[in-house]
């Protein structure tokens, strides 16, 4: 069996390192609930990101910043049900990481005892640096963030790319050698030049996954609701739906209530 063939029956942190150094690119998709996260088990995807926008697609916020540590928990742990071959990925959400170090691994250890996860994800870079060590010094593999990091929208101002300007490109690259150094198993890039990704996920070597990041990394990752077309309110160009199934779901809903107004829901044959 060929590298390229190669079935893994489970993911792990060592597989994604397995299919960057067989030039295989990784596939990671965001999933908040039981349902979805078996689905897309099902369909072979590599990685699911319980994603603190949940915070949008789910609660409906404008930023991921309200969305709880308890809430973050009770996502995983309906992921991790519908699971049995993806690698689970969780966001600590904001606030629960950046005080200092201790409560960062008390924010990680909770996610991992009380969901079931298999690893967590940190936004930033020399920041929190402090914050990631711990984590994986107790053991806990981390996937860290740079580029667009949404919890620092405020601190942006605006969703547009990131590291245009060679000041930031120069502090990515650096702390994108440093989460490698400390430990992390892999890299998000979001919303940033392709041609810097590249450059990035060639000198890196732990994956780098990408968001608006060009086809240059070693996987890419979008949120389930946007590339299903649930949610059609978010439109950034790196977005690509799959499926328009806002329109399919709000016809199936509209032929539902007509069917119940007109008493052609339930018949004969769906009643007892
Ligand atoms: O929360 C999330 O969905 C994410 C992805 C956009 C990478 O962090």
Redesign the pocket.
Known sequence: MTAKNKIYSRITTSTLQELKNNNQKIS?L?AYDYTFAKLLDQAGIEVI?V?????NVIGGHET?LPITLNQMIYHASSVIRGVKRSLVVV?LPFGTYQANSRVALESAIRIMKESGAHSV?V?GGSNVRESIERIIQAGIPVMG?LGL??QSIYKFGTYSVRAKEKSEADKLLNDAKMLQDIGCFCL?L?KIPAKLAKKISSILKIPV?G?GAGNSVDGQ???LHDMLGINQDFNPRFIRRYLNLKEEIILAVKNYIKDVKDIKFPNQSEQY
């Open positions: 990671m965001t990101l994603g603190d926008s949940a915070s991921t966001d994800k936004e963030h990091t949404p998000i979001e996954i968001i990752v979008l949120v």
